[in-house]
């Protein structure tokens, strides 16, 4: 039935099909051989990353959380399969804008493959190009957000260059109203 659900996607065939085929060779993975089998994590990757081609990206992160929990459990943390769901999570973290936990997740990744694959290779590379991608995200942000800050700064209080003319309005007035 999984294989079904990826020759529709291949072929072009209906998307709403493919997801409802996805979704029931899945549900009965997960009934039969059960969320750890090897089988089932990979069917969850496949049906996120058809999430996510949809542009249901909040969903797919839902259900690569669910699939890395389950590969750390049954591979570990160093495992490949684990370090590629993390990337793949990742991923849909920044496509959502949670930045923060993509950058731990890139970082975790790159971290692991150093440790287990070695610097030269191809996982290895791709995830520090992903943790880049995710640093220049999280750069972005807070540039957008020291922007955001200053405008709303400037709005309140008018321009920059008012706020010491208003300090002597002030003080003239206070200055006034003594004598």
């Known amino acids: 039935m999984n294989n079904l659900g990826w020759m529709l996607k291949a072929t072009g065939g209906d ?38 081609d949809q542009g249901n990206a909040s969903e797919a992160a839902e259900l690569c959380s669910e699939a890395l929990v389950a590969r750390r459990a049954v591979l570990g943390n160093r495992h490949q399969g684990t370090l590629l769901s993390m990337c793949s999570l990742g991923s849909l973290y920044l496509e959502i804008g949670h930045v923060m936990p993509a950058l731990a997740l890139f970082k975790e990744a790159v971290d692991g493959a150093h440790e287990t694959l070695g610097d030269e290779h191809p996982y290895t590379r791709s995830f520090t190009q992903h943790l880049a991608m995710a640093v220049r995200a999280a750069e972005r942000a807070q540039a957008e957000g020291r922007a955001a800050a200053r405008s709303a700064t400037a709005t309140t209080l008018g321009s920059p260059n008012r706020v010491p003319e208003q300090r002597r309005s002030e003080n003239f007035s206070q200055a006034v109203s003594v004598e």
Do not use: F, W, Y
Request: hydrophobic fraction near 45%.
């Open 15 to 52: 998307p709403v099909e493919c997801l409802t085929v996805l979704r029931a060779a899945l549900q009965m993975q997960r009934e039969l051989i059960g969320i750890e089998h090897p089988d089932t994590l990979t069917s969850m990757n496949k049906l996120a990353l058809i999430l996510q």
